[in-house]
């Protein structure tokens, strides 16, 4: 039986995505500023939320070096945290805790207000497949204090950048989903199923979106992974210089942009 707490924290969510995305549009005018491709990190507003006691997190220390300007919040056993952008703006948002489960569950219910903001996961030590889960739960990084704080702070200006860039390019296409204008990021018209994943990629970008979604999306039947594997591969083709689909393991595609005049790549 799903935990009550959970439950409330899910309608909690549901109620302010709405009043999230009318503020994001409002701040759009302001968000791309001419020069945000020098990006320094003691630029970047970082929201960090803590899991269980903040002052006894070993990387607590690390992130407060990785990350100058940044504000904490601490996650409630029932997974309330001030993370929403809507009434506090931030740049990137950085996730602590020892827990693995806990953090892909506190994804998984802020991830409608969160789909415009980079992610980053900071656990004292993780394995490969711990870091994949993450990864496939939308976390865009998955970092721990062993890693050199000069090498954490260039990722963390690369995700910015790549998803200021992400919506700058979407900003411009129609927001009815059912439409999607080709010639934005195609050289070669797609077909139907190509358009409804590229559709759903393009919706959904810079973040990943698993294969079991994607196999859904091209009608009332259901496409196999493999037919999905060859769409895919055929609509890479297609895409005009910038666009890539990255695959993440254990299984999803991700629509992003890269400039490569910006300095950064994935």
């Known amino acids: 039986m799903r935990n009550a707490a959970t439950a409330l924290a899910e309608f909690a969510m549901q109620t302010i995505v709405r009043q999230d995305c009318e503020a994001t549009l409002k701040r759009s005018s302001l968000f791309f500023q001419p020069d945000w491709a ?14 269980g006691d903040g002052n006894n997190l070993p990387q607590l220390n690390w992130m407060e070096l990785c990350f100058p300007n940044q504000t904490f919040t ?3 056993e029932s997974y309330i945290a001030d993370i929403s952008p809507a009434g506090n703006d ?8 020892n827990d693995m489960r806990r953090l892909r569950q506190l994804l998984r219910l802020y991830r409608p207000l969160l789909h415009s903001k980079p992610k980053i996961a900071v656990m004292p030590a993780t394995t490969p497949r711990e870091r994949a889960a993450l990864l496939n739960a939308g976390f865009d990084e998955v970092c721990d204090p062993r890693m050199p704080i000069p090498e954490a702070q260039a990722r963390a200006v ?5 998803y200021r860039t992400t919506a700058l390019h979407v900003s411009q296409k129609p927001q009815n989903r059912c439409f999607l204008d080709e010639s934005k990021i195609t050289v070669t018209a797609l077909t139907r199923r190509e358009q409804a994943i590229c559709s759903l990629l393009l919706e959904q970008s810079p ?6 979604t994607l196999c859904n999306t091209t009608g009332a039947k259901m496409i196999t992974r493999s037919s999905l594997r060859v769409l895919t591969s055929k609509i890479r083709t297609k895409l005009r210089e910038g666009w890539q689909i990255e695959y993440a393991n254990p299984g999803s595609y991700a629509l ?11």
């Open 38 to 51: 020098t990006l320094n990190v003691r630029d970047i507003r970082a929201r960090a939320a803590l899991f």
């Open 74 to 76: 601490a996650v409630s």
């Open 90 to 97: 931030f740049d990137i948002l950085v996730v602590a805790g």
């Open 158 to 162: 690369s995700l910015v950048n790549r």
């Open 207 to 212: 973040n990943h979106v698993s294969i079991s």
């Open 256 to 266: 992003v942009f890269e400039d490569d005049n910006s300095g950064f790549s994935k």
